[in-house]
């Protein structure tokens, strides 16, 4: 668990949307930039492709982000890995034709005061479902099929494989009619005890900020793909 429990805690908040926050050229221009990166991990099984957001490239996006951002949340750092010189890594770019499954953002240096982490989509069909319930750990998937929790050795950078959420948050059976129209990707046993905070339905332009503690995954809603940056921050 992580070391500065209270002080992240007393940074934590609801999730937020800002609509309208990017004009339709500031958007192609996030686009022409996912273009320009090389790809970090093209995940054929999962269908994904990952590109992370280097420092040499978009200077003048990153900093119309920075100040878009800190306008919102004050002053942050970025938390988003390192390249293998050592260099910060701005955000990371995500193209899926798949949901992602249900996790946490929390990072892998538990005596980091972590943040806020910031969603931008950048295709107009995909939604984003927030979960009350928090978690204080490391960067983690949450799952109960059992050949992904055997899975000990991981890459620099890949979440821990847990089922221990299961229980955590009561028995509560997961509400049936989410779990149809928005998470149906996801078994409705490993969805027990947890409640939704927020769907955020995707819109172009759009900015959603939420806290790096809070649960969440991808919704089942997607028409053919779907591209986001994602942005992890700390204190």
């Not at 934590?12 to 996912?34: A, M, T």
């Not at 957001?53 to 390192?82: A, C, P, T, V």
């Not at 928090?134 to 983690?140: A, D, E, L, P």
Request: glycine content about 8%; charged content about 30%; hydrophobic content about 30%.
């Amino acid at each position: 668990m992580h070391k500065q429990i209270e002080k992240i805690k007393q940074n934590e908040g609801k999730p937020r949307v800002l609509k309208n926050i990017f004009d339709k050229s500031e958007i192609e221009k996030f686009l022409s930039l996912y273009d320009e990166l090389p790809i970090t991990v093209h995940n054929k099984k999962q269908n994904v492709i990952k590109k992370r957001w280097l420092q040499e490239y978009g200077k003048e996006l990153e900093k119309l982000f920075y100040e878009r951002l800190s306008n919102e949340i004050g002053k942050f750092k970025y938390d988003n890995l390192k390249t293998d010189q050592g260099d910060d890594i701005l955000g990371l770019f995500q193209e899926s034709y798949n949901p992602i499954g249900l996790h946490i953002d929390g990072g892998f240096n538990l005596n980091d005061l972590i943040y806020k982490q910031t969603l931008i989509p950048l295709t107009p069909v995909g939604s984003t479902v927030i979960f009350k319930n928090r978690f204080y750990g490391q960067s983690t998937n949450f799952t109960t099929d059992k050949n992904e929790l055997e899975k000990k050795e991981l890459n620099y950078g890949q979440n821990k494989r847990s089922s221990e959420h299961i229980g955590l948050y009561g028995k509560k059976p997961f509400d049936s009619d989410i779990h149809k129209k928005y998470v149906n990707h996801e078994n409705i046993e490993n969805l027990v005890g947890l409640e939704v905070e927020l769907i955020y339905e995707w819109e172009v332009g759009s900015m959603l900020i939420f806290d790096r503690t809070n649960i969440h995954c991808s919704s089942s809603v997607i028409d053919g793909k779907k591209i986001g940056l994602t942005t992890f921050t700390k204190k």
